[in-house]
């Protein structure tokens, strides 16, 4: 299992995510502003956390093929933003998920990599 986070390049205005790509550069537009990026190269996935332009809640989790077609994009858990991408004990693909309101605790979920799926795992610390 390989997820590399920080991965690619995020334009200054947050709108266009770059990587490399066999000797050249790919892009992906976005109309929303990217927050967090990550690559899990088993499953040759780039993942993004988008927000809307002017909050700062991070709230759509979009998925990209190698060549930056969209494969799928996931609105957060109910009462939960998402936080930022991460590798999970038992699986490459997750995501640390806050909860604004502090009502509940700060949560990991797994990503499924074909389809965006979000399935609940355990307490973030």
Request: a negative charge; one cysteine or more.
């Amino acid at each position: 299992m390989s997820l590399v986070t920080n991965f690619g390049q995020i334009s200054a205005d947050k709108h266009v995510f770059s990587w490399p790509d066999e000797g050249s550069t790919r892009s992906f537009h976005c109309k929303n502003e990217i927050c967090d990026s990550a690559i899990s190269l088993s499953h040759q996935l780039i993942l993004l956390l988008t927000r809307q332009p002017m909050t700062q809640t991070c709230n759509q989790l979009v998925g990209l093929n190698h060549n930056g077609n969209i494969r799928f994009e996931i609105a957060a858990p109910d009462d939960y933003e998402f936080y930022y991408l991460s590798a999970h004990v038992r699986f490459e693909t997750a995501v640390v998920c806050i909860n604004r309101a502090k009502q509940k605790l700060d949560w990991f979920y797994a990503i499924d990599p074909q389809t965006g799926q979000l399935s609940s795992l355990n307490r973030a610390y």
